[in-house]
Structures are given as C-alpha cells and as structure tokens.
C-alpha cells in the first residue's frame, strides 16, 4: 500500500469508527443503510472491479476500493453491516436473499 493510499484508508476508517461509535450512542440501533451508487456516474448498484488487498485492519473498518465499470472512476464503498458465515453456500443464500430484498437488482428477482 502506497503512503497516500494508507492515509486515505486511514481516513475513511476513523470516519467509519466515528460513525460506528456514533450508533453505539443510540440505544436503539437504527442503520441507515445508502443505495450502492456510484459516487462519479450515479450508476445504481453498478458492476465494479476490485483489486485484492494486502492491506489488513479490523472487520469492522474494512472498505472496499473498487472501479465502477460503468465511467471506469474508482471509488471506496464502506459497508454498513458485515453479515459473518462460516461457508461460501451461507455466503450465497444470505446474498440471495439481500438481492431479492434489496431491490437493487433491476427487478429480476
Ligand atoms: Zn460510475
């Protein structure tokens, strides 16, 4: 991870603990979960690239750093709600699930 980038994700993971903490505060939780948009082309729910990472840090603060195939400009998702499962066939019902759910997925669901 270059210097500038490890500042970045600094950044944006003291602003994802504030907002975590701020939560705490609240004796009812209530998540306010945001529309997966591309930040650069307003594209809803785009298709994105994402690199592997080395980089390492709690769950909790993980963001994704990805590039919307849609205008091809990068951009850092930070997810509200980390659901853990122990397989990849829980990971894939739970994300069948959230798809019908969600309504992100252009209606063919
Ligand atoms: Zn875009």
Redesign the pocket.
Same mark, same amino acid.
Not at 70 to 73: S, T
């Given at each position: 991870m270059q210097p500038e980038e490890k500042k970045v994700f600094l950044g944006l993971a003291e602003r994802a603990t504030l907002a975590l903490e701020e939560l705490a505060k609240d004796p009812v939780i209530q998540v306010e979960t945001s529309p997966p948009v /591309?930040?650069? +082309? $307003?594209?809803m729910n785009?298709v994105v690239k994402v690199r592997e990472s080395e980089a390492e840090g709690p769950l909790a603060e993980f963001i994704i750093r990805a590039t /919307?195939l849609? +205008? $091809?400009?990068e951009?850092y998702a930070l997810p509200y709600q980390m659901d853990c499962v122990i397989s990849a066939t829980d990971a894939a019902e739970l994300l069948n699930e959230r798809v019908k759910s969600s309504g992100f997925n252009g209606g063919k669901g």
């Open positions: /591309c930040p650069h +082309c $307003g594209q785009p /919307c849609q +205008c $091809g400009a951009f």
